[in-house]
Each structure stands twice: as structure tokens, then as C-alpha cells.
């Protein structure tokens, strides 16, 4: 199914939409997809963030397994993912940027990666999309994966979409969004050396499967496409017209 052109729906229609995704993307991930030791749990958060979001934990387990000894999990080694655009930096380049302290939380189930659907909200004003884009770099700063699905196009405030503004965040401003492809999927990688997986997409491509890391080298794919679809079916039919009347 082709991406949708949500933004000729209200914001409490995609709002409603992505309260089913998130769920959608939660099932497939705990139904196979993770290794054992790992469950992916919607969550609320206040404040700027998108009231939804999808957290991946892992177990507590005073005997982890090394990366060498994780199943289910792919290795980039063996199949770097297929994307348009891979950048890295290095973690000396990114701290010379921030000069904040990530304070870790003490849940035993530890969070290791998180998934991020961007709303309407989140740009609609400077306050709360500094407030999203502080979420994210220090989600990467304590070491947590990230994935970021942004199916939205840019604003005055990110003029070269979601990644592209939070890259400069971490230090790197020469990301520039093409103008044929405006929305956004950005798989992030966040060890020492924080690696971006960007997929650019427009209104009527496909949504590829994307990256969420387990560990710095290694990932499973999220099936975007699939949870998308079984969502859509939720949305109410009035809405639905509008949405394929733009296709």
C-alpha cells in the first residue's frame, strides 16, 4: 500500500491512525521478530513527544549474550541494510556538540531501542519540536537505538526533514533532504559511533522494511509496510475517502 498524503486529514485523524499503527508494528515485533530476552511495549509519555511510542526492552539478565551469540538478530557485517543515505559520527565529534548528561533510568527491563512515529503535534510549534528533537539526541546519547518514521513533509522548522535536523543536532549539518522524496524513515545505530540508516520517501511509495538495533552491529527488520496496511483498515471510511481521492 502506497503512503498516504496525510496531510489533507485533520491531526486528530492521523493521531487516531498512529495510535493503531504503533500497536500494529508492537504485535509483529513480539510475534517472532525479536530475539528471545527482548518484547517491544507501547508506552505514554508527557510532554513534547507524541503521547504513543514503542519502547524495546530487554530482559534482565545478569548473563547477556555477546553480539556473536544473539539469534534472531542480523548483523550488518552480513547485510548492511539496504537504504539511500548512511552517514556515521564519531562520539568525540558528537560530544564536542553537547555538553549535557544523559542520566540513565534504573527499570530493570532496560530500554534499548525505542520507535517514533512523528505527528502533526510535533511541528506544530518551535517550543515542542525542540522539545522532540532534545528526546531524541539524548536517546542516543544514553545509548539507545532509534527508529523514526516521519510521514510528513518538512517545515520552516525542519527544512531538511526529521533527520536532517537532528543530525545537525549531533554535529553534522551537510544532510539535505531531496526535494522528490520529503518524508522520512531513519533507522539510528547508537553506539560510540552513531550510524543513520535514512530511507527518503514521498506520497504513494511503498514504506520498506526498516532497521531497529538491538546492539550496535546487529538489527531486526520492523515490517512498516504490513503493520501500515492492517492499521489503514482502521481508519474511518469517511476519512479514507478523502485520503485516496489525492492517490
Known amino acids: 500500500m502506497p503512503v498516504h498524503d496525510w496531510t489533507r486529514v485533520s491531526a486528530g485523524t492521523f493521531h487516531d491512525f498512529h495510535c493503531t499503527w504503533i500497536p500494529e508494528i508492537k504485535i509483529r515485533l513480539n510475534d517472532g521478530i525479536l530475539p528471545a530476552d527482548y518484547y517491544a511495549q507501547v508506552e505514554q509519555v508527557a510532554g513534547g513527544m507524541t503521547a504513543d511510542i514503542l519502547t524495546l526492552r530487554q530482559e534482565p539478565d545478569d548473563d547477556l549474550p555477546d553480539v556473536g551469540e544473539l539469534r534472531g538478530g542480523t548483523a550488518v557485517t552480513e547485510a ?12 568525540d565529534h558528537y560530544a564536542a556538540r553537547r555538553r549535557q548528561v544523559a542520566i540513565k533510568h534504573s527499570s530493570d527491563d532496560r530500554v534499548v531501542a525505542l520507535i517514533e512515529v512523528v505527528s502533526p503535534g510535533n511541528k506544530s510549534g518551535k517550543r515542542v519540536w525542540q522539545a522532540f528533537l532534545a528526546k531524541a539526541v539524548s536517546t542516543l546519547a544514553q545509548g539507545r537505538h532509534l527508529l523514526i518514521a516521519d510521514l510528513f513533509p518538512p517545515t520552516p522548522r525542519d527544512p ?17 533532504a531531496p526535494t ?35 546492539t550496535p552491529d546487529i538489527y531486526v ?23 485516496e481521492a489525492a492517490a
Do not use: C, Q
Not at 539496504?82 to 556515521?88: D, G, L
Not at 553506539?191 to 538495533?213: H, N, Q, R, S, W
Not at 496496511?229 to 479514507?240: L, Q
Open 221 to 243: 527488520s520492523v515490517p512498516l509496510e504490513e503493520s501500515y496496511m492492517t492499521a489503514y483498515r482502521g481508519v474511518p471510511r469517511r476519512w479514507r475517502e478523502v485520503l
Open 80 to 91: 548492511p541494510p539496504e537504504v539511500r543515505h548512511t552517514a556515521s559520527l564519531e562520539m
Open 180 to 214: 522528490d522524496k520529503p518524508l522520512t524513515l531513519a533507522a539510528y545505530s547508537a553506539g560510540l559511533t552513531k550510524t543513520a540508516y535514512v530511507e527518503p520517501i514521498a506520497v504513494g511509495d511503498p514504506l520498506k522494511a526498516m532497521p531497529l538495533f538491538l
Open 160 to 176: 531538511n526533514g526529521v533527520h536532517g535536523e537532528l543530525w545537525a543536532e549531533l554535529g553534522d549539518e551537510s544532510y539535505a
